[in-house]
């Protein structure tokens, strides 16, 4: 399963193949089973992870008490907390796994380390948070300006996947709507 | 001016003041006029930009010819097109300066030669994307769950110079609601 990661270390990085494998043989792999909880709000973030197979809901629970889904996370997709920017350097967040999920496992009290002795994983590090920082922007951006029709149809096209893969309450929260909204939207354009 | 750059780089930098004020004097500092373009969407950006003083817009118009506002940025914020996702690595918006501006320019085109030069350069931009990344991470997660309202009071209590200082038009596009509903919103707010 490996080779998953492989293939998307090379987008960022001038390694060859043969280097990008022995660092690949190096790099924690874990199994979690569904329901597993990888960090919790409030936490500090130790862990860092990249998804090879399963998916990652990532989720809070605000002054109300009403749970936001704000983001999905699967195949080839890194899961991190950045939280530099915050006082305490707790997550906003809560990360728990959908599905079994297998998932390399970083540790980020001893990235510096890492980078330190291979620099070139820094540069692939932040080849990769610019890459998400784009696409993080142009999702943003389009969410901005789009109807939750819209928004649903967005998905569709660009994670096909994800609308049958979780749960439906938790994908309309995601979508900013209700899940009567997200049903009523799902009868429409599938009759279409 | 360079000061607020020297701050900012201090954040994220190992390096002594005496050695930042040195890399900042190296730096390209530029003043632009209100009403600049900075990048035309559809352009390949060869410019990255650090506001010192001023507010560029980032915006996109859609296919149906609808102009989108999708950011503001001001001062002690980096302005870069990350389009490396992108098939063409055109912009996918356009940059244009608000007020008369005072930025530190990059040269995206030489950014990796300038990164084996100075390694340290490299490791300090990681660290401010990272930071970029979370918050826009947050900010999106409280978009997707917050009514209209509660963005505009968001935004008030998070950038609350931003508010009264740009095109009340754009922000209202910023905030994914009609100039209509923004201006009912302000006069609630501002009532009670």
Known sequence: MKEILINYMKRFSELSEPELEKVAADVPVATFEKGSILLRQGE???????VLKG???QFSVDESGKEITSDFYTEEQSVTVFNQHTIDKASNYSLVCLEDSVMVVGDVTVEQNLYNENPFLERMVRKMVEEDMGKMKDDFAAFISSKPEDRYKDLQKERPDLVNRVPQHQLASYLGITPESLS???KRHHSM
């Open 44 to 50: 500090v973030p130790d862990k860092c992870y990249f």
């Open 55 to 57: 998916c990652v809901r």
């Open 184 to 186: 009523r939207i799902k």
